[in-house]
């Protein structure tokens, strides 16, 4: 399958939905055809009669008609030709803008349900997967405007075509024998534009991965003096794709000049075989003016559709980029005929569990049950694979061999969402939306942000959190929006509203995965004294560098390098001297000051 027909077909389901609009415009598309093939006829008409022959009176249809009459027909025309070339874009324009905001919506959809994996490969990050979400339809929507050409332009051309050779047939002939010129230029700037495009639009996606590592590492840009040389690196990012977008717009803006000329030499040879017609009695000047004006028209049908088809590489490139991410099959396969999750379900269990992740072994081999109520505690180096356990728990992405079973049943047999819906998760890198303190809070259950309603449950889970105060001290309480995540507040505050968030959620399971590494001593009191009231009565999967946290734990799990080399409590594991007695030893060291 051509390459064009590949990007038709990815494209259609979005267009589809819209048949009726394009019909509009393709019917739109006629009329302004047939008010151009008129125009020509009206200007033959009114050269030959009155100036040529001097009529007073025309006789059409059997019906005399004064010559004076012919001039009302122009602004007639016009008016029939503007009115449905407005209505003909303003569907179009609108039909696009339609299509584009679809496709949009459909790739960031897309992207949100692909698995980490994924978007931990995505070598340009999320900067990259905007330029294309953003940048790359922009492309597709310029490449889209030019699909009313595509629809009308054959039109317009194929009529001034019937016109002029009902004028004189060879010499349209003559002409024609041109096109093949036409179509092998085109067709070599074409496979040039489909290479450079596709350099250029990487080149974008560098750009904006850069924009965005620049504005959301301020802090440290400033602090370490990395100003100038990150704005040196945006600059040559810059300067790529003002490379790579000089050699696309060079060869599209060289087809407008090859064509003129070679127009002007077909105007030239026209010019030169209708002056020897004429000086031959053999055609009038009537049908000189008539067959020039048509020809005249003719050639812009023919630039747009040329254009159009220069465009189409564009588009191709853009069409393919999308897409790859829109058919990505990197995504948590769902189960065919999803079971429910067990709502008093008793024991988790990872049994023989391996994750590969490219070629290193993060998982080997994890053999684990975990019985409800637990409180497991994972500890380790960091890269000794704590936060990618809880992650094949959350099915971020599924195991590459073993399996996780709840009461015996494999998890990917159950819902996705159900499964998800079953665990509360709070990081360490708290995610908070440019929204109210409440709307945080109520996305703990996937609900609507922007949505209002009763507030109490929601306090309730402030309360809990340990927020009220702060929240209470906040101009709007729970309405006052916490910024671009969560940069109105402090990080215990914004800990507290991810602590109210899963209190909101109420589920079962809890994932605590670094939740107060990053926190001064003061604010990570506060929120202990949340994280105590929200491990009541749940399952607990704690990951925590500061040993402090976890003496508590039914459990403690010591990993390394995938593998789990210690399993007991806070006391058996001293008593053993290994390497959790070792940590134990090195964090209760007291810091050596250097010496004056």
Known sequence: MSPVLM?????WPLVRPYKKQLLTV?????????????????????????????????????????????????????????????????????VNEKIIADLRVKAVDQAVRLNLKFHSQVESGSGGLMSRILNDTQVLQVGLSFFGDVLREPFIAIALLAYMIALDW??????????????????????????????????????????????????????????????????????????????????????????EFLASNLVMGLVLYMMSLILESKATGSDFLAFLFAAGQLQNPIKRLQESFVRVQQTIVVTDRLFGLIESKERVPQAVNPRPFPKEWETIEFRDVRFRYGDVDVLKGINLTVRRGEVIALVGSSGSGKSTLVNLLERFYDPTSGSILVDGISLSDFDVKGVRDNIALVTQDVFLFRDSIAANIRSGRGEILEQDGDLTEIEYAAKHAHATDFIAKTPGGLQANVGERGGQL???????????????????????????????????????????????????????????????????????????????????????????????????????????
């Open 7 to 11: 990007s038709f077909k990815r494209l």
């Open 26 to 94: 393709f019917f739109f598309g006629l009329v302004i055809s047939a008010c151009n093939v008129a125009q020509t006829a009206l200007v033959k008409v009114l050269f030959g009669e009155v100036f040529e022959k001097k009529n007073a009176i025309l006789h059409f249809l059997g019906i005399e008609v004064s010559v004076w009459t012919l001039p009302l027909f122009f602004p007639a025309l016009y008016l029939i030709w503007g009115g449905a070339r407005y209505t003909h874009y303003l569907i179009l324009i609108m």
């Open 170 to 259: 060879k010499l349209t002939l003559a002409l024609l024998a041109f096109l093949p010129i036409f179509i092998t230029l085109t067709r070599q700037i074409s496979r040039s534009l489909r290479k450079y495009g596709h350099a250029n639009r990487e080149a974008m996606e560098s750009v904006t991965a850069n924009l965005k590592e620049n504005l959301d590492g301020i802090r440290v840009i400033q602090s370490f003096n990395l100003e100038d040389t990150m704005t040196a690196r945006l600059k040559r990012s810059m300067d790529h794709y003002i490379d790579t977008r000089r050699k696309i717009v060079a060869r599209e803006e060289a087809v407008s000049p090859i064509n």
């Open 490 to 596: 402090s990080g215990g505050e914004k800990q507290r509203i991810s602590i109210a968030r899963a209190f909101y959620k109420d589920s079962p399971i809890l994932i605590l995965d670094e939740a107060t590494s990053a926190l001064d001593s003061v604010s990570e009191q506060e929120v202990q004294k949340g994280l105590q009231e929200l491990m009541v009565g749940r399952t607990v999967f704690v990951i925590a560098h500061r040993l402090s946290t976890v003496r508590s734990a039914s459990r403690i799990l010591v990993m390394r390098h995938g593998e789990i080399i210690e399993s007991g409590t806070h006391e058996e594991l001293l008593e053993n001297s290994g390497e959790y007695a070792n940590f134990h030893r090195l964090q209760s060291s007291p810091v050596l000051s250097p010496s004056n």
